[in-house]
């Protein structure tokens, strides 16, 4: 029996509406964060998903490999000349020992095994390289809008989202990190959206899918006419936003 522990999966099944409807990172994060390697050879996106965070690393590295232990959505993963992109599970990468300057995790690190995961940090990981971990937990919807989904969140699906959601909740200031850290600036992922577009992000969530699958019904109808009474016409755009919690540290070599 292998030893590597059993991938949660959570998105899957959702691969195609992850790609079209989760928000993207700021540019100027991946530009501070190829700011604290010396060497841009490599970097590693570790429970990539679709992507996001492998492509805006990109412009930074010479390669970047982008893993996920999903299938599905590496499927999803927007190709890129730079960006090298292979299904494993974060704990097992297969990537050679100290090759790598920056390894990112973006809205995926609480999903890990800590330790094991750790330790494949150290071993993929150069002298003196980075690791960051990054988070975006309640979204802020501009205007009235913002209370109902808040109350949506936490009272309706509340209940329903897996147990390692706590660590987003408390913008992984609980999540264990055994690295020497550096202070980071504040960041946020910012957009506009439609109606549309908003009830299918929080449509791709996993507490969503639980809902459903152990009540049967589809959470997301009575909140699409709450949120219809108040935005006004679908089509305009509302101001969207995500503060974003990141650890970051120097990776120390393995003994």
């Known amino acids: ?95 050679d020992a100290n090759s790598v300057d920056l390894i990112v995790a973006a809205q995926a690190l ?39 989904v808040s109350r949506f969140y936490h009272e309706i699906i509340g209940p329903y989202w897996p147990p390692e959601r706590r660590y987003v909740d408390d913008h992984y200031a609980t999540i264990p990190f055994p690295f020497a850290e550096i202070v980071t600036p504040q960041f946020a992922m910012e957009i506009n959206w439609d109606l549309e577009h908003l009830t299918g992000y929080l449509g791709t969530w996993s507490a969503v899918k639980e809902y459903r699958r152990q009540l049967g019904n589809d959470p997301l109808v009575p909140l699409a006419g709450e949120l219809a009474a108040l935005w006004g016409d679908p089509c305009r755009e509302r101001h969207i936003r995500w503060p974003l919690a990141l650890r970051v540290g120097r990776i120390a070599p393995l003994p």
């Open 110 to 148: 609480h999903w890990f095994d800590f330790d094991r995961f750790y330790h494949e940090v150290r071993r993929v990981g150069r002298p003196d390289g980075v690791i960051a971990a990054i988070s975006y937990g309640e979204v802020q919807v501009d205007g009235p809008a913002n209370g109902v």
């Open 1 to 95: 029996m292998s030893d590597t522990p059993r991938f949660k999966d959570h998105f899957s099944e959702q691969a195609a509406d992850y790609t079209r409807y989760r928000p993207s990172y700021p540019p100027d994060l991946f530009r501070w964060l190829a700011g604290l390697t010396t060497a841009h050879d490599r970097a590693w996106d570790c429970g990539c998903g679709n992507g996001q965070a492998a492509i805006g690393l990109a412009p930074y590295y010479h390669q970047v490999i982008a893993t996920d232990p999903s299938r599905q959505q590496i499927e999803q993963a927007q190709p890129h000349e730079r960006v090298r992109y292979g299904v494993a599970p974060a704990e097992a990468s297969g990537l």
